[in-house]
């Protein structure tokens, strides 16, 4: 099983005269390439939310080739959630500043999906969660999503309006910053007319389309747009 690495920038060390404290926020990727790049974007191009603390991101299990199922992504996160805390507890930090520890995987008929949603929420772990999987983010950047996938990974990334022999199509899992910058707003609105479709009662492993990525960008990352 993979182990969650911290960050190269310890938020320890007091902030440097005349910066500003910044909220850690450490993510666990199901994907390797996916969700990291995605990430990446962010981190470079996200616009912050006025009047909230900053947001410093750290890919913990980036490097890690295994240990990247739900189930196991809970379990290390809430080994570095405990970790977290003492630190935060030892440094006296005020509670906006409090670090938090996310979790992003998708429904991919895993089968213990439900089991890793619930296991988080008991132990207080943020999850971007999305059903089939996080195609369906990147897709409703372009379009509405309707209609269900029936559990198919394929057939969300299927729809994304890559051109044959272009950037986009020859590296397909690679998410570029000219397929998401000026259109998170669009990708916002989309997600939440999809998750609506879904009765009320209706549990998220069950919602298909379904995302939450949008939530995870304004509550963990304090990203406004990008």
């Not at 059903?131 to 409703?140: G, I």
């Amino acid at each position: 099983m993979g182990r969650a690495q911290r960050g190269k920038d310890s938020w320890e060390r007091p902030a440097r005269r005349g910066g500003q404290r910044k909220r850690q926020v450490f993510i666990l990727t199901e994907g390797k390439v996916t969700e990291p790049s995605y990430l990446d974007i962010l981190k470079e191009q996200g616009v912050p939310l006025a009047d909230e603390v900053p947001v410093e991101m750290h890919i913990a299990n980036r490097r890690a080739d295994s240990g990247r199922k739900p189930l196991d992504l809970v379990e290390q996160a809430i080994r570095l959630k405990r970790e977290e805390d003492r630190k935060a507890k030892r440094a006296g930090l005020e509670e906006k500043y409090l670090p938090q520890v996310w979790c992003l995987f998708d429904h991919d008929n895993y089968k213990y999906v439900r089991d890793a949603l619930k296991q988080a929420e008991k132990a207080d772990i943020g999850v971007a969660f999305s059903h089939p999987c996080f195609e369906v983010w990147r897709l409703a950047h372009y379009k509405p999503v309707s209609g269900s996938f029936a559990g198919v990974c394929d057939g969300a990334a299927g729809r994304l309006p890559f051109q044959r022999g272009s950037q986009d199509a020859k590296a397909p899992k690679v998410v570029l910053p000219h397929q998401v910058l000026g259109r998170y707003k669009t990708a916002r609105k989309n997600a939440e007319r999809m998750n609506k479709q879904h009765a009320a009662h209706v549990d998220k492993w069950d919602k298909d389309p379904y995302t939450d990525v949008h939530e995870f960008v304004k509550k963990a990352l304090h990203i406004d747009t990008y």
